[in-house]
């Protein structure tokens, strides 16, 4: 993903969603007014996790086909218009976190002092990021090891993405 995010979707956008399943668990995109607004992962078998619109979408198809080539070692980013729901300190750490590469790591303090900020309010927008994976917040670690992750199972769901990536070997994973 590259370029500035587009606007949060109005609130009385249609709202359509998808389910996927891929390696890191069962997920949920959703969209609205043309952009991606929401990534999740779903809960075992919870109700409160099942989308109230079964709508798929083109873009939503797509996003989809670009999460398999990814988990298929196809594809390292993704071209998909994206619209999180944000305050703008949250945005800029997330356009931050866009520009990581595949395979590498940054820490909070990194971004913290790339935005003259302290890393405690970076980690926050990390946990805030609407839209995991598309936007690389697996990729923001702790100066002494992962940091949390609020996606999927946590941090093990944090360990697997860096791990797919190649940014985290299993014989050098001293975080276990």
């Known amino acids: 993903m590259t370029g500035p ?3 949060a979707a109005p609130a009385a956008a249609a709202i359509r969603s ?6 890191a668990g069962r997920l949920i ?3 609205s007014d043309g952009a991606i607004t929401r990534l999740h992962w779903m809960g075992p078998a919870s109700a409160s996790d099942v989308p109230k ?17 990814y988990f298929a070692g196809e594809r390292q980013d993704f ?18 976190m ?3 590469p595949f395979g590498k790591t940054a ?7 790339q935005l003259e900020s302290a890393a405690q309010p970076v980690g926050s927008a990390c946990g805030a990021n ?13 100066a002494s090891g992962l940091g949390g992750f609020s996606g999927g199972v946590g941090v093990e769901s944090k360990r697997f993405l860096l791990h797919h990536e190649g940014a985290l070997e299993p014989e050098l994973d001293l975080f276990s």
């Open 29 to 31: 995109l959703r969209e």
């Open 79 to 96: 071209d998909l218009p994206l619209a999180p729901a944000g305050s703008a300190f949250h945005k800029d750490v997330w356009r931050l």
């Open 53 to 69: 619109s079964g709508e798929d979408s083109p873009l939503l198809a797509e996003a989809a086909r670009q999460l398999a080539a």
């Open 18 to 23: 998808r389910r996927l399943e891929c390696p």
């Open 98 to 100: 866009c520009e990581i």
């Open 5 to 7: 995010f587009l606007s």
């Open 130 to 142: 609407p839209i995991a994976i598309l936007i690389p917040c697996h990729r923001v670690v702790a």
């Open 107 to 113: 820490t909070y303090g990194d971004l913290a002092r």
